[in-house]
């Protein structure tokens, strides 16, 4: 297994967002445009992405939220590599990234949609907080906090 520190240029990181948002428009129906737009992968200066045997499994991202805190984006792995540990390696080399950018929280946004994700942030010590930003008054959103 091979941890890649990049940004939002990677050619993977780019294959596996595609897989996320046509996952993504299908759970979250009509809703999904009103997501879309915070979601450009335009400029995102830190981005993992998880390699096993050359093939990129995950990927995720964080970006400045303010000056202590960095927001989580871009979590996915696909199906087939699901329920490995992938995502929690990935989120864990997040969380160290942010504490070598001195950042002292991580927020992120999910939706009530997937389960699976909102299982992985609490098994990973994030918190579900009052909606934050954009997603304040959002009822398919959920919003976690962690100290780091």
Not at 24 to 47: C, P, T, W
Not at 60 to 89: C, L, Q, S, W
Request: hydrophobic share 35%; net charge negative; aromatic share 12%.
């Amino acid at each position: 297994m091979e941890v890649v520190k990049t940004n939002s240029s990677n050619k993977d990181f780019i294959d596996l967002v595609g897989k996320l948002d046509e996952d993504l428009a299908i759970r979250d129906g009509d809703e999904h445009s009103f997501y879309a737009q915070f979601n450009s992968i335009s400029v995102i200066k830190y981005v993992i992405v998880l390699y096993l045997d050359a093939i990129a499994v995950a990927c995720g991202a964080i970006k400045e939220y303010d000056e202590e805190t960095m927001e989580v984006k871009r979590m996915y792995v696909p199906e087939e590599y699901r329920n490995k540990g992938f995502a929690t390696k990935v989120l864990k080399s997040l969380e160290n990234w942010s504490n070598e950018l001195n950042c002292k929280y991580l927020v992120l946004e999910t939706g009530v949609k997937q389960p699976e994700a909102i299982r992985l942030y609490e098994k990973n010590g994030f918190s579900i907080i009052p909606n934050y930003g954009q997603y304040i008054g959002i009822e398919n959103s959920v919003c976690f906090k962690k100290e780091i």
